[in-house]
């Protein structure tokens, strides 16, 4: 099983609302990631977490916040954002161990399509 | 120089044809290639990963990897129309758990 998931798949938030997008994996993977991803565009990376803790901050707004509750979920807090953050936000994860030795597949939820109006 | 280059157009195919994408990267120490696939307005889809120099064949995919060329390269063979799609090249970066991706190619295979 390959699956990560997302939700919800489509939001719509005023810049002056508190929303959150939640992701979730079972597949045991150790690292879990967060990226943006506008059209005709290759995802942007914003976030990583390994093994549930923050490892890179590709200096995202602090109007974006992760946080990774366990290593299973992942959640992205959003507050007062801009029209331009409207994009499909990726959900990934990666990071087995099989073998003894790492695996770095990366596999991707479905993305909430968010817009800010 | 970018990290991951895709720089072909869109790729125009015959249905039944082989379709070839390229992608170079310049991390020498890249030990981790993968190729996604993308419908529009869906997610990336893993299609295929290779850690050696060399083949490897999935279905009607096979990945090509040369690190001495630093290239990466994606053959569909038999094309189908529901192989149209954006393709994206990820490499992963030595020492995090980052990808960088190429900017994708889209292939159309014409019926």
């Known amino acids: 099983d390959t699956e990560v998931t997302q939700t919800p798949k489509h939001l719509v938030m005023g810049m002056t609302n508190k929303k959150s997008l939640k992701c979730e994996q079972h597949?045991?993977?150790?690292?879990m990631y967060w990226y943006k991803q506008k059209a005709k565009k290759p995802p942007e990376l914003m976030f990583v977490y390994s093994y549930e803790k923050l490892s890179i901050n590709e200096s995202v707004p602090s109007r974006f916040s992760p946080e990774c509750p366990n290593s299973s979920l992942l959640n992205l807090h959003l507050h007062a954002l801009q029209p331009e953050d409207s994009a499909l936000y990726l959900c990934?994860?990666?990071?087995?161990?099989?073998?003894?030795?790492?695996?770095?597949?990366?596999?991707f939820g479905p993305g909430t399509r968010l817009t800010v109006t | 120089q970018k990290e991951v280059e895709q720089n072909s157009g869109p790729l125009s195919v015959p249905e039944g044809a082989i379709a070839s994408l390229n992608c170079t990267y310049s991390d020498r120490v890249s030990q981790s290639f993968f190729w996604y696939r993308q419908y529009s307005g869906k997610s990336p889809e893993l299609i295929m990963s290779i850690y050696s120099n060399g083949d490897k064949e999935d279905g009607r995919f096979t990945a090509q990897l040369n690190k001495a060329s630093q290239y990466v390269s994606l053959l569909i063979r038999d094309s189908q129309p529901s192989d149209s799609a954006t393709y994206l090249c990820a490499v992963k970066n030595y020492g995090n758990n980052r990808l960088a991706f190429g900017k994708g190619n889209q292939v159309v295979v014409i019926p």
């Open positions: 597949m045991g993977h150790r690292a």
């Open positions: 990934a994860s990666s990071l087995r161990l099989a073998g003894g030795l790492p695996h770095y597949e990366q596999y």
